[in-house]
């Protein structure tokens, strides 16, 4: 279609020189396009070039839901957000489904800015959920993204290195809490029966950087009493470590100096 021939048709009778008139003529031609443009896309194209032509804002067609048809009345979707998790999406097959088509539709027949809400209380969210909004943009978006979250991004904090030998290491104490399945409690002191290098799988392990070079595996008596392994880093401001000659200052009820 040729737009631009289209609408000097439709709005050649108007007074373009009024705000008054110039409305008439987008008027006019949102109508014409109501009437005359199902696809959604060249919707938008043209009324951006009615836009253009007149200097006002586009009126576009959001609602990818008639493209991808109605919902089905057995879609459920469910999003929640806890602060230690993050945001959780949770759908039963016929509510992915849903997603998908829509995902595909907002991938493929989709521009910059174009974007679909989904609303509690509306098929397909379900329950007490949160709304979820998904914008398509192009790689530039995110371009601006990074150079902008570059900007606002602290420099990464420096991690002091310990005067510490591991073989020293005769107890330590927690000073943030862990998963609670590892049966270790904050500001508690734990007698380390052994020292190692951290080369186990499937254990879990506390890691402050990606170099593993000062993550030890530390056996550990746990709250139930039994030995229990877990790696450290020896550097972890959030573990203090503690050396025989300590525990005898403490059992001696001195003051012990943590390393």
């Known amino acids: 279609m040729d737009h631009a021939r289209v609408i000097e048709s439709l709005i050649g009778e108007y007074d373009l020189n009024t705000e008054t008139e110039k409305k008439k003529a987008y008027q006019k031609c949102q109508e014409y396009a109501e009437r005359h443009i199902a696809a959604r896309l060249e919707f938008n194209a043209f009324m951006k070039v009615v836009a253009e032509r007149l200097g006002m804002a586009p009126t576009r067609k959001e609602d990818f839901r008639e493209e991808v048809g109605d919902v089905p009345k057995c879609a459920k979707l469910y999003l929640t957000y806890a602060p230690k998790v993050g945001p959780e999406l949770t759908g039963n097959a016929d509510g992915l489904r849903y997603l998908a088509a829509l995902l595909a539709e907002l991938a493929e027949q989709a521009v910059e800015h174009d974007h679909v809400h989904l609303d509690p209380g509306a ?137």
């Open 123 to 259: 098929l397909p969210m379900y329950g007490r959920t949160y709304p979820l909004t998904i914008y398509h943009e192009p790689d530039a978006w995110f371009g601006r993204l990074d150079e902008s979250e570059s900007k606002e991004r602290p420099g990464k904090p420096v991690i002091a290195a310990r005067d510490i030998q591991p073989f020293e290491i005769a107890a330590l104490c927690l000073l943030a809490n862990v998963p609670p399945d590892l049966l270790l409690t904050k500001h508690k002191l734990y007698r380390v029966l052994f020292v190692d290098t951290c080369k186990e799988r499937g254990v879990w392990k506390k890691c402050i950087r990606a170099s593993r070079e000062r993550l030890f595996l530390f056996t550990v008596v746990n709250d139930d009493g039994a030995p229990q392994h877990f790696g450290f880093d020896l550097d972890d401001p959030e573990v203090l470590f503690f050396s025989r000659q300590d525990i005898a200052r403490l059992s001696a009820g001195g003051p012990a100096g943590a390393l």
